[in-house]
């Protein structure tokens, strides 16, 4: 019978988010460099390439470790479609290293799968549900940041000074768009913006 091979996954869900708190955990539970996986992107989808190699070598009696319930996934299908992946379709086990219960290595009978496969439901459940309420309050916060007045996104191009004149001359023909660029100090992009703008507000410069 072979030795159960044990392997760390890990989950951030940007290149700017760091992993270190999840690798050491992982790394003083005694998993090698060579056996950990590190994704750097959202848990939104399970088309994940650290994910796709950890399950492309996961042989049946191996262990995953992960620090946390949602490592696995951001909502209840996707951290249940994993799991029951890893532990029906390969036949390998799952701990999780914040919750005792979640650790099928020790789930040996009934009684104790059932408690497992319980705890799983309610925990990516509630994460969801969590995950969901901060969602509501970030956009009721910016909801309400946009009723008093805050602005959100790149600030538009303001008018140059004597864009009246300099626009009026360009229109007329006497200058070309790139003289009349040159001259207010815009690049062309930001040239026919303001053009659009002025030309549906002209008071907007007054």
């Known amino acids: 019978m072979k030795d159960t091979r044990i392997h760390g996954y890990a989950r951030v869900s940007s290149k700017e988010q760091k992993e ?8 003083e539970y005694g998993i090698s460099d ?19 190699s950890l399950l492309n070598v996961i042989r049946k009696g191996d262990l995953v470790v992960v620090t946390s319930i949602d ?3 951001r909502n209840y299908d996707l951290i249940q479609e994993v799991w029951q992946h890893i ?19 020790n789930a ?18 509630v994460a969801q549900k ?30 140059p000074p004597k864009w009246r004149e300099v626009h009026k001359r360009w229109r007329s023909g006497e200058i070309t768009a790139t003289a009349a660029m040159q001259e ?7 040239f026919y913006k303001l053009d659009k703008r002025y030309l549906n507000h002209p008071e907007m410069t007054n």
């Open 20 to 27: 270190d708190r999840q690798v050491n955990q992982l790394t």
């Open 34 to 52: 060579r056996d950990m996986y590190v994704d750097k992107i959202t848990g939104n989808t399970n088309s994940r390439p650290a994910l796709n």
């Open 71 to 73: 490592r696995l996934g």
């Open 87 to 105: 532990t029906k379709d390969l036949q390998a086990d799952i701990k999780v290293l914040d919750m005792p219960l979640l650790d099928t290595s």
């Open 108 to 125: 040996k009978n009934l009684d104790s799968r059932f408690i497992a496969d319980l705890t799983l439901q309610i925990l990516s459940y």
């Open 130 to 159: 969590e995950r969901e309420s901060i969602k509501a309050r970030q956009a009721q916060g910016i909801a309400n940041a946009k009723d008093n007045g805050v602005a959100f996104g790149r600030p538009k191009a303001t008018f």
């Open 184 to 190: 207010l100090g815009v690049k062309r992009n930001t």
